[in-house]
Every structure is written in structure tokens, then in C-alpha cells.
């Protein structure tokens, strides 16, 4: 069956380092991977998209790698601020009939420490 | 409105009571989810609405469940004879296009089944 994973266990990084989430995929072939951010009691928030033809996507602070042959995608902070402490979830969308529709992983918690 | 609204923003109600949940979509956009996340889970889908197309109803968990969309605008998620394991946040999000673009999530309702 199509399953997502992202590390349950929560990220603790000091403040200035570079946070590195992971994404991994089975039984799945998306045509586009997003990663949202969600604080507590708060719907997730968009932040980057990355298509299948992608290897790599830069905003800001943040960088996302997709590696369709390792069924997996990184995402990266760097400078990280306490500020960017959340949840983070990736999801993915298309392919295997699943057009349209975003499956989300279960989320991974990061807390930055000043 | 400027976002996707929902409401009740909480809602308590007893094991077997029936209850609406509403959902106000970004105007203008041909498609709307609804997912469902416990507590320190991920998001689970539920169901998926684009323009006059039947709704991918795939992710519902029960029969007890339902959801509509009326003119292609407002949607109410419908719990029937709820159970103590329904209880959790319920989330909206909608989208102005196909994909890839991004879905705007709601701020949830959160649903205590006594």
C-alpha cells in the first residue's frame, strides 16, 4: 500500500544551524511533493513546491530536494530561528490516480533553541 | 473572505448526536477537501470536491460520514451518530485550480465527542 514517512521523533536544533527534515515514499509515484508548515491549533501553511522533474527548489532559507529514484525528498532550513519552530509535513499529489488529491505524512516537530 | 473559514470553531457534543461542520472556501475556488487529524497525527483524507465532478469520497471512513457542496461554494461535513473515535480536528482546505497549485487550509474544527 502507498505509505509516507517522516521522522516521528522531534527535531531539536540549536538556533543558526541547518534543520534537515526527511520525506520518504512507497508504492507511490507523485508527480509533485509539497511541504507545509503547521503551528499549534492552526491549519498547515503552504511553503514549497517541487515537481517530478525537479531536483532541487530554493526559497528564502528553505530548500527542498527531490530524488524520485530514492523515493525521497529533504527539506532544509538554514539559519534556523526559533521562530521556525512547528510541525512540518510533506505531501504528496498525482500519479496512480491520485490526481488532485495531497497525501499527507504524518508531520515531523521541530523546535530551534535559542 | 480573505481565507478559508470554518465553523464551529469547537465543538462538544455526546457519543450518538449527530453534528454539521461548515466550511467557507476561498471564493472562486473549483476545488475543496476535508481532512481529519488527531491528536500528534497526520492528516487523513476524507473527501474531495472539484467543480461539478463527483466528489472523491474514498478517504470517508464510515457510512456515518458525509459531506456536500452546494453551489460550488460552501460545504458542510456531516457526522452521523458519532462515535468517541471521531473526535479530532476537522480541516478544510481549498484550491483555485488544478494541480500543482497549493490548497488553503482553514483554521479547523475541533470535535469532542463525550
Known amino acids: 500500500s502507498q505509505k509516507i514517512e517522516q521522522n516521528s521523533e522531534a527535531l531539536n536544533i540549536q538556533e543558526g544551524k541547518t534543520a534537515t527534515l526527511t520525506c520518504n515514499y512507497t508504492?507511490?509515484?507523485?508527480?509533485?511533493l509539497q511541504w507545509y508548515r503547521q503551528d499549534p491549533g492552526r491549519g498547515p501553511v503552504f511553503l514549497l513546491l517541487?515537481?517530478?522533474?525537479?531536483k532541487e527548489k530554493r526559497k528564502e532559507r528553505l530548500k527542498v530536494t527531490f530524488d524520485t529514484t530514492l523515493k525521497q525528498s529533504l527539506f532544509h532550513i538554514t539559519a534556523s530561528q526559533p521562530a521556525d519552530s512547528a510541525t512540518y509535513l510533506c505531501?504528496?499529489?498525482?500519479?496512480?490516480?491520485?490526481?488532485?488529491?495531497?497525501?499527507f505524512g504524518q508531520g515531523t516537530t521541530l523546535q530551534v533553541k535559542p | 473572505g480573505a481565507g478559508v473559514s470554518q465553523s464551529p470553531s469547537n465543538k462538544v457534543t455526546e457519543k450518538g448526536k449527530d453534528v454539521e461542520l461548515r466550511c467557507d472556501p476561498i471564493?472562486?475556488?473549483?476545488?475543496l477537501y476535508w481532512y481529519r487529524q488527531s491528536l500528534g497525527q497526520g492528516l487523513e483524507f476524507l473527501i474531495y470536491?472539484?467543480?461539478?465532478?463527483?466528489?472523491?469520497k474514498s478517504g470517508l471512513p464510515s457510512d456515518r460520514f458525509s459531506a456536500e457542496r452546494t453551489g460550488g461554494s460552501v460545504s458542510t461535513l456531516t457526522i452521523q451518530r458519532t462515535q468517541q473515535e471521531d473526535s479530532a480536528v476537522y480541516l478544510c482546505?481549498?484550491?483555485?485550480?488544478?494541480?500543482?497549485?497549493?490548497?488553503?487550509f482553514g483554521p479547523g474544527t475541533r470535535l469532542t465527542v463525550l
Open positions: 482546505a481549498s484550491r483555485g485550480g488544478g494541480a500543482p497549485d497549493t490548497q488553503y
Open positions: 508504492n507511490y509515484s507523485p508527480a509533485y
Open positions: 517541487i515537481r517530478e522533474n525537479e
Open positions: 505531501a504528496l499529489e498525482g500519479g496512480s490516480g491520485n490526481t488532485g488529491k495531497l497525501i
Open positions: 471564493s472562486g475556488h473549483t476545488a
Open positions: 470536491f472539484q467543480g461539478n465532478s463527483a466528489p472523491d
